[in-house]
């Protein structure tokens, strides 16, 4: 600590430093008293205080009222400071996350395999309910539009969960095939769909949605077979040899 810093204290109400600043002078009595070292470093105020308590009894009371007020003070200094610094996180614990911000990007990604896993309709993103829940739970995450879960979140899971489907069935070389078709509720659309079954070299059967499409034309077999084959295509699986049932359609495949 320097000189100067040392001069701050309330002691230096009571003394100055001379001109050999190893010493110091009561204003009082004018004695020369030592500062307890010989270099910046190492004086202290050890000697002023006990030439204070000695000699001057009332100087020394006043020291020591001065040395409780400045704790009192360095401690309101501190708490001001933690306050401060409190309101401040809790500003930022508010402040909403930006769209794409690392965390609200998990959380649209959380949102959108929900939608997929539970076939929730994507309004869901406009729900009262649902909006008061998240904002309860995390008041800094912000809701993205239905748009932006169908355009932007919704491919980019796609994606993710066809790539991981697509290293499991590369490794594959024989596959057995369901196919189904249904009926939208309104009776407007039809779809088409490919489940592959495989065994892993531990003989673990696995099951993987592979594909759907809608029909949009007569439901006849060469139309069928088109979309079938379609479908299979997509994933680079080519036909060997088939074996038809009655309602399930199942086939047997093999790569080449």
Known sequence: MSAETRRKSPI???FEVTEDARFARCKACKMKISRGGQTTKTFNTTNLQHHLRTRHQDRSAAYERAIEEEKVKAKDRKQTKASACF?????LDVRKWDINNSRAQRVHQLIAEMIALDSQPLSIVNDVGFTRLLRELEPRYSLPSRRYITETVLPKVYEEVRSGVRKQVDGVSFFSFTTDGWTSDDGIANFLSLTAHWLTDDFERKSAILHVLPLEEAHTGEYLCHTFLQMLDGW???R??????CETMLLTWSRE
């Not at 309101?87 to 500003?91: A, G, R």
């Not at 060997?240 to 049932?245: A, F, L, Q, V």
């Open 240 to 245: 060997t040899k088939s074996t038809w049932c």
């Open 87 to 91: 309101l401040q996180q809790s500003l």
């Open 236 to 238: 680079n699986i080519r």
């Open 12 to 14: 230096w109400e009571y």
